[in-house]
């Protein structure tokens, strides 16, 4: 029989449907005798309503075939199906076998459309768990019911007291119901001022290039004496004067002086402390 070979999926290109094998050329077969029956048939005959049914029945292994372009998405395949039956079911209400065009080459860019706008319009840009995904659903619902009685935004207390749900649930469907679509990095945002997320979301430390310099002077004073690491500290850390250091060591403040020279000049050259 002929519906037998129904599961064959065409090797086609988008706006284009080749046969492949006997099962796709009985398919492409049976769905125009099946059109030229649906053409004979008068709007509203019951009659009409089975043959389309047959036709989409038939045709589905096209959905699945183009189905398959989007595996790669965090997508549920079936999902994808039931929305490429919507552009397959599209197809058969529009089309014309008058025009001598293969139903599979006009169907399958229906098809295709079909999906790709369910992807751009409706799938979130984060995964988002089924048990969410769900009871989103109810939420939305509620929120919507609790906005009309209350007029204005309902709380999350609400919320979950409407649906008698925990309210840490409500709180992550809200979550979940942002994930449908991304903002933009570089997008302003009115109630930040006209700023960008790219601009909050961090600045450049001018400190960051110190960093290298810090470490070297820090390997460096590790090998200075105690008494001239002690007077560089002082000197550059507590911001003491020549005259506070000679004070604070009980020396004269021309030995100071001398000492920090000293001191300077072995670490700027890199060398090691010699007495």
């Known amino acids: 029989m002929l519906v037998q070979t129904q599961d064959s999926v065409p090797d086609a290109d988008e706006g284009s449907a080749a046969p492949s094998g006997r099962g796709a050329v009985d398919v492409r077969t049976l769905t125009r005798v099946l059109f030229e029956r649906l053409s004979e048939l008068p709007a509203g005959a019951p009659e009409r309503e089975r043959v389309r049914a047959a036709l989409i029945e038939v045709n589905i292994p096209l959905v699945r075939y183009a189905a398959t372009r989007f595996r790669s998405r965090n997508e549920p395949m079936e999902d994808v199906v039931q929305v490429g039956t919507i552009g397959l079911i ?151 004067t020549q005259s506070q250091i000679s004070t604070e060591l009980g020396m004269s403040q021309m030995h100071v002086s001398r000492l920090l020279s000293r001191i300077l000049t072995r670490l700027r050259t890199g060398n090691s402390w010699e007495e």
């Open 90 to 240: 599209n197809a058969i209400d529009r089309f014309d076998p008058g025009r001598g065009v293969q139903f599979p080459t006009y169907a399958l860019p229906t098809i295709l459309g079909e999906i790709k706008r369910y992807f751009r319009d409706n799938v979130r840009t984060m995964h988002v768990p089924r048990r969410l995904q769900e009871l989103w659903v109810q939420v939305s619902g509620a929120m919507e019911e609790l906005t009309v009685t209350h007029g204005r935004t309902p709380k999350v207390p609400e919320i979950a007291a409407c649906l008698r749900i925990p309210e840490e649930d409500v709180r992550a469907c809200l979550d979940a119901g942002r994930a449908y679509n991304a903002a933009s990095l570089e997008a302003a945002q009115e109630h930040e001022g006209g700023l960008a997320l790219l601009d909050r979301l961090g600045y450049e430390d001018s400190a960051l290039a110190d960093v290298e310099h810090r470490d070297m002077v820090r390997h460096l004073l590790v090998q200075l004496p105690e008494r001239e690491r002690r007077i560089v500290m002082l000197r550059f850390f507590a911001n003491l």
